[in-house]
């Protein structure tokens, strides 16, 4: 059976639009992560794959505190899977996940986006522990590139330092 046209132009305008609104989710999550002093929280495994058949891991960036992945699904439909690390006593760090967690939805907002993009993100299953997974990946390391984001303060923190 053959699809029509119309069909296979809006999943591929859909997908393209996730894959766009992931990239800038990304980098703003690179952003935060940059933002911390603390070195071993910004330690990342990342995992890109070129291939976007159905049933593929296209991106995935772990760290100890955030977790973001691009998938296709099986129906051949971008999907964005993330989680944070439960924080409670360091409030810097609860201000980078809910941060994150407002750039993903912010990103994919039927408001932010010609195509309403807001079912590609998935709640189906969550990651809440952010830093077992990760170092279950390192340990088992197969498809990861271990990383090291380069410390930058963020202009807030530059401000405190000026005033200082």
Request: glycine share 2%.
């Amino acid at each position: 059976m053959k699809v029509p046209a119309t069909q296979i132009d809006t999943a591929a305008l859909y997908n393209t639009a996730v894959h766009q609104a992931y990239g800038r989710i990304l980098k703003h999550t690179k952003q935060l992560l940059a933002s911390i002093e603390q070195t071993e929280l910004r330690y990342a495994l990342e995992r890109m794959e070129r291939s976007k058949k159905p049933n593929t891991v296209i991106h995935e960036l772990l760290t100890p505190l955030l977790y973001l992945r691009l998938e296709c699904s099986p129906e051949a439909t971008m999907t964005i899977h993330f989680g944070i690390e439960h924080v409670d006593k360091t409030p810097l760090l609860g201000v980078i996940t809910s941060s994150f967690l407002r750039a993903l939805y912010k990103e994919t907002a039927q408001e932010s986006t010609a195509i309403d993009i807001e079912a590609s993100v998935k709640t189906d299953w969550f990651i809440k522990s952010c830093s077992e997974m990760f170092e279950y990946v390192e340990e088992r390391n197969k498809y990861h590139t271990f990383k090291q984001i380069k410390y930058k303060r963020s202009p807030q923190q530059k401000k405190l330092l000026a005033v200082a």
